[in-house]
């Protein structure tokens, strides 16, 4: 498909275990955002990775969450140690990469997310 | 103090309606702006960029004012297809970073 990818849709997963959840990109797109966003409420940045520049971690709550990507492809986030509070929806975004001075759409891609559910 | 702040709502309005969101942004280095749109139990989607002399799309329509540092969106003639969440999003260049509000929710009655 042309669209950004996301597995698995849904995951019911119990306290103390470890998840991992995976986005392939739309092919070409060198940005990757990885978001958060509990039920009813709005998105939390976690983490965004631009081409092979190291990503920026700033937005990941704990050091039980990483997330890794190889080059422009599929990035992997993985919460370890699962906590109840982890229960949300995990959005993945691709976008185009930003030329120096070029246009900005402001369009990002979203997959359908990954419903996590920690019992 | 988030980055962007909205009135999560709910506005509740009839078809035909005019109604109006607004939204605050912190960063006076936010460089580009956006209205995304949310359905229910859905991935956010792009409505329209927001540009700094205001701009349109239909019965959408988008205003900026960097000195006050809020972003509208205006609805006009609501259709029922409109009731969702409407995200307010900003974009600070530098980190190239998205920062999404908290969502304005829009129900439009019949």
């Known amino acids: 498909g042309a669209g950004v990818s996301q597995s698995p849709s849904n995951k019911v997963t119990e306290k103390g275990k470890d998840v991992e959840l995976r986005c392939d990109p739309i092919?070409?797109?060198?940005?990757l955002y990885w978001y958060r966003q509990r039920l009813g409420q709005g998105l939390e940045f976690l983490i965004y990775f631009q081409g092979n520049s190291a990503p920026d971690k700033s937005g990941l709550p704990s050091d039980r969450f990483s997330a890794e990507r190889t080059g422009e492809s599929v990035s992997t986030l993985t919460i370890q140690r699962t906590q109840q509070e982890d229960s949300a929806v995990y959005l993945c975004?691709?976008?185009?990469?930003?030329?120096?001075?070029?246009?900005?759409?402001?369009?990002?891609?979203f997959g359908e997310g990954s419903r996590l559910t920690v019992l | 103090r988030k980055e962007v702040e909205q009135d999560p709502g709910p506005f509740n309005v009839p078809e035909g309606a005019t109604v109006a969101f607004n939204c605050t942004y912190s960063?006076?280095?936010?460089?580009?702006f956006f209205w995304y749109r949310q359905d229910c139990r859905k991935e956010p989607k792009l409505l329209m960029s927001v540009y700094s002399s205001g701009n349109e799309d239909g019965r959408f329509t988008a205003q900026l004012n960097r000195a006050s540092q809020y972003i509208s969106l205006l609805i006009r003639d609501s259709k029922l297809s409109d009731s969702a969440t409407y995200l307010c999003?900003?974009?600070?260049?530098?980190?190239?970073?998205?920062?999404f509000g908290s969502g304005t929710k829009l129900n439009v009655k019949p």
């Open positions: 975004a691709s976008s185009l990469a930003l030329l120096a001075g070029g246009p900005d759409t402001g369009e990002l891609f």
């Open positions: 999003v900003v974009k600070i260049y530098n980190f190239n970073k998205f920062y």
């Open positions: 960063n006076s280095a936010s460089q580009s």
């Open positions: 092919s070409g797109h060198t940005a």
